[in-house]
């Protein structure tokens, strides 16, 4: 089979997908200098890659450029945290509401199946983050909003940059899970006001958690 070369974008692409998890496992901590010399030479690649890498961090929120001072990675303020989930409340209680009223039996069934999942990854936090982003996407994927969709996506990558944090508060994971419970219960009753409601009641208190 031939080699397969990648072309100037795949490899920025593929450079950013790298460093974005690099930021969200905290490897890259908040606020911390990022060495561009270091890591063209980690990954063997030049430096342009690597800055049009860091633009579209930049874009996402998770780099801020400095001028004559180069890239951090992006400190969450409260303000910020609490301006994100605000948006993304508004975001995802709207697209829980049209999937309460327009979601068929077989896409509310796979949402019930992540629920279950979700409830048996209680003891693993990572593993609990990860059901838990899977049930909101998946969710707005049924909500079909493309735009909503893109929004969200860049919100909770900003999120993500201070998820950890929403750890230290003892018992929010079981919090959480009870919220995804009454969310449940009301689009398995098809009440989209209901639903609407719980939705912005578990942002509020991620969002207590988080801060």
């Known amino acids: 089979m ?3 070369s990648l072309t100037p974008r795949a490899l920025y692409e593929e450079v950013a997908e790298l460093l974005r998890q690099r930021i969200f496992s905290r490897e890259l901590a908040p606020g911390s200098w990022i060495d561009e010399l270091k890591l063209a030479e ?17 874009t996402e929120g998770l780099v ?3 001028v004559r001072r180069g890239a951090y990675v992006t400190e969450v303020s409260e303000r910020d ?44 936090r990572e593993r609990f983050f990860q059901i838990n982003e899977t049930f909101h996407m998946r969710l707005l994927e049924i909500a079909n909003n493309r735009w909503r969709d ?3 996506a860049d919100l909770r990558k900003v999120m993500k940059l201070n998820r950890h944090n929403s750890l230290l508060k003892s018992g929010r994971i079981e ?10 219960a009301a689009l398995a009753a098809r009440d989209a006001d209901a639903t609407v409601q719980r939705m912005r009641e578990h942002f509020r208190n991620g969002l207590e958690a988080a801060a």
């Open 81 to 124: 945290l609490a301006d994100v989930y605000h948006l993304l409340s508004l975001l995802e209680s709207d697209a829980a509401g049209v999937v309460a009223a327009q979601a068929t039996e077989a896409q509310l069934q796979e949402l019930k199946n992540l629920h279950s999942e979700l409830e048996q990854a209680v003891g693993n």
């Open 42 to 58: 980690e990954y063997g690649i030049s430096r342009t890659p690597l800055r049009e890498a860091l633009k579209v961090l930049a």
């Open 150 to 152: 893109q929004m969200v």
């Open 175 to 184: 919090e959480s899970l009870a919220e995804h419970r009454a969310i449940m």
């Open 64 to 66: 801020t450029m400095k």
């Open 2 to 4: 031939a080699a397969v």
